[in-house]
């Protein structure tokens, strides 16, 4: 709706004026606590992290190394209170002529007020699920990411935006954080050519928006206790360029740990409204979810400081949930090698079943990966 519009502009200037200001206590907020960014009260900090992955396809034989990215960070501590920062990613090299591409995964001011209460603007990552934020490969298990993650959210989501986030301490070791934000939203490429809902395709202009419309994305996050995280998001905002078809998005994730076990895991759903005089069988809801389990073993084994993790996922995806075909599911498995807590060589098998939108199931398809990610 467009009154959201005037509506933010009211809170924007209205709430700083409430919040009341006091020692500056940041927490990691996702973007910050990377390795090699440290510092406060002046000064740059830089660092990133880069991937690369082997491919190999067992049913066809063709197998191919991809440089997927190389993306540093850089984070300017302006003063006590103001921080900017930013990922600039390269992509499969970088070279728009050979398929890479280079751009601003996120860039950020932060206006901290108070831990509780901060402001944030540029080019956001879309707090939509927990993964959306925290999907650097170091940090990932696999070398894949998953399907939910990819088509329904879809990562990396980056928003042209301004909002506020913050972190409450409600216990001895909980916690309650928050974000919400204003952004610009998807646009009409969320319906592809064959009149398919394919919602990454509508990842909106972080220039301009094609609507008077600004779209809204929230999550709320709670920790009982170190090591468990839940949160709960949702994504809303017309994609048309009339400003009159909204798309909106609900997620619920979880990451737990048990000792040496370490389960993680999100389910999404989309609901779309859809201009039946145009698209006559595209989807208005879509339905998708991934669990994976992480067991860790052999500590200091091999080095100090190593640790080999055994890994298993399953991806589920209905992108009509009103029919019974138009689905995908996935199945990894996978081992990996720290030697640091930075560095992973990674391991995977994934076989992938699509069924068509006729309800015919195909041929699983399958794929080998060996890969190494690492910070910097």
Known sequence: MQRVTPIFLFVL?????????????TSGRGIYDKPYLKGSGGGVAVGGYMDMELEYNPQTGYSTFDQ?????????????????????????????DKGGEVKIEYGVMDYRF??????????????????NVLHDSPINDLTARPVVTRQLIPSTLSESGMGFHGL?????????????????????????????????GGRGSQKADNNSDKAVVARAGFSPRLGTDLGVSFHSGAYDNAGEQRLTIAAFDLKTTFGALEIQGEVANANADIDR??????????LGAYAQANYHLLHDRFLDGSVVTLVVRGDWMDYDTDVDGDSET????GANFRPTEETAFKLDWNRTTKTDVFGEKGDGQDRIFFSFATYF
């Open 114 to 131: 108070s831990e509780k209460f901060n402001f944030r603007g540029g080019v956001l990552l879309a707090p939509l699920g927990r993964f």
């Open 68 to 96: 997927h990215r190389f993306v540093p960070f850089i984070t300017g501590y302006v003063s006590d209170r103001v921080t900017v920062s930013a990922e600039i990613e390269y992509e499969h090299g970088g070279n728009p």
């Open 330 to 333: 996935g199945l990894t498995l």
């Open 13 to 25: 200037f209205l709430l700083p004026v409430l919040a009341q200001a006091e020692e500056d206590q």
């Open 168 to 200: 409450f301490l409600t216990g001895e070791e909980s916690e309650l954080d928050y974000d919400i934000y204003f952004v610009n939203g998807f646009n009409e490429g969320i319906i592809n050519e064959d009149g398919q809902l394919r919602i990454r």
């Open 277 to 286: 005089d145009m698209y006559a069988t595209a989807a208005e809801k879509q």
